[in-house]
């Protein structure tokens, strides 16, 4: 009897637990459809749940969701749609804001150094980590201070004026790889040369402006803390926005 009755205490629990979580939205493309379409509704109520149901949609299924809005900004004759899903695709824009633009690796960098390879019959140039950022790909690649930069996606540089020139220099070959791609470093680092992959964020537009810190061991970094206010500011622009918006639409949808 005892059992009996445990086992019926049980199986209410569980009917109890099932009743109190909420219930998750089924996103069938009848349903996505249906949801599009009360986009138009006169009662604002309806549009309003329309809105949730779609928003709740690109948190489940991003890719899916920007797919679909997309092609919408594309065809449809309905401005509200149009305007409604632009506003849905904006969250999506600031989780792809490290998927494209300039390339970014989160490094303060000092002095250049000329280091022998061995096996190498000629030196290469290269310049020391004085820092990394904090949760920057640097810091997740595992690049360390005092390891020397000798190398990027095997191009190498010769002497200190090069790798620190504006158009062919380590800082010009970071940006030109690009946020998104993964750039292959030669490090050296304990006299042993070591192959670095780290994939690369997009570079702040202002990071040129921001202010630098003194560090103890004589080198200069950025404020973090003004680095990460201003990446969160630029992902959620309207400025960032349009720029993530056409490079979107200038892409030929996947059929």
């Known amino acids: 009897m005892n ?3 445990g086992n019926i205490a049980i199986l209410i629990a569980g009917m109890l637990t099932a009743w109190a979580e909420p219930q998750k939205p089924e996103f069938s493309g009848e349903q996505i459809d249906a949801h ?8 604002r ?8 149901f779609l928003a709740a949609w690109v948190e489940q299924q991003p890719e899916q969701a920007k797919a679909r809005f997309l092609d919408l900004i594309r065809k449809s004759e309905e401005p509200e749609i ?3 899903c632009l506003q849905l695709l ?3 824009a600031a989780r792809e804001f490290g998927q494209f633009g300039e390339g970014y690796m989160g490094i303060s960098m000092g002095d250049a ?17 004085n820092s ?18 000798v190398s990027l996606n095997k191009h190498f540089w010769r002497d200190g004026s090069t790798i620190v020139d504006l158009q062919q220099g380590l800082s010009a070959k970071i940006r030109a790889t690009g946020a998104g791609k993964v750039a292959n470093l030669g490090i050296w680092r304990k006299n042993e040369l070591l192959q670095v992959d780290v994939l690369l964020t997009r570079r702040p537009g202002n990071i040129d402006q921001m202010e630098m810190q003194l560090m103890p061991n004589g080198g200069i970094r950025i404020n973090e803390e003004e ?21 979107q639409l200038a892409t030929e949808p996947v059929r």
């Open 3 to 5: 059992r009996y009755l």
């Open 36 to 43: 599009i379409h009360r986009l138009l509704e006169p009662d």
């Open 45 to 52: 109520a309806a549009r309003m749940k329309a809105c949730e």
């Open 82 to 84: 149009r305007e409604r």
């Open 90 to 92: 904006k969250p999506v």
């Open 113 to 129: 150094l000329m280091i022998q390879v061995p096996g190498e019959a000629q030196a290469r140039c290269g310049l020391v980590i």
């Open 132 to 149: 990394t950022s904090k949760d920057s790909p640097a810091e997740k690649a595992g690049l360390q201070q005092g390891d020397v930069i």
């Open 227 to 247: 680095l990460k206010r201003a990446v969160e500011l630029e992902k959620n622009s309207s400025a960032y926005f349009g720029e993530w918006l056409e490079k």
